[in-house]
């Protein structure tokens, strides 16, 4: 009687053959939203929150910072052509007036290595479009989210409650304005990359069960 191959076994061959392509699994390398972080951050602006996009820039700060590891900082405190180290004078926090315009975001960032990003976000009446541009490297990359049909709270005490979609948007935010930005991965070759280690995991998976069945029949 042949033995099995158990689920256990499977995931655990898909996610080494997963990070050995570089390529990150869930639940390990990405950020968990219900971690003490977030609640801390939504709590710190709720008093100010004004409308359902002030919770998707929210998010994307959240997301930056947490998992990026990069810093806010004012535009003040940075000067052209100087490399600012994170630290000092930038932060995980939000900075004060951050949602003062109706219609437009400017928030500062930057990294641990001192590249500066600038994130941008526009408001109409339907569509928030959110650039980010890595200032040291010209990178820059664009998303667009519906707050309308993205948010339907801005105060309830959890992130799904008010974001019921959550994951989705952030991996969206991961693969459309975060990764092209920061590391400077293109959408084509992560898509690429997601191609070969799809590939590559099904190959190693017909591969352990060959192996499972000869190991069995001698």
Known sequence: METPVTTSSLSHLSQKSLQSLGIGVLGKNETEIESY?????????RPGIRKKSDLLIALTHFLVTKEYRLR??????L???ERQVAGGSSSELLPDHW?????RYSLHYVDELGSQYVLLAKLSRRDLVISLQNSTSKR????????ENLVVSTSKSSVEKCIPRVEKIMSRLRFDLVDPAVRGIRKKDLLMRQSAASSKVTFDLVRSTHDLDTEEST
């Not at 806010?72 to 405190?77: F, I, L, R």
């Open 79 to 81: 000067k052209s052509g």
């Open 99 to 103: 949602n003062r315009d109706a219609h």
């Open 72 to 77: 806010c900082t004012t535009k003040d405190t």
């Open 140 to 147: 820059v990359s664009i998303a667009c989210l519906q707050p």
């Open 37 to 45: 972080d977030w609640p801390l951050l939504f709590h710190s602006i």
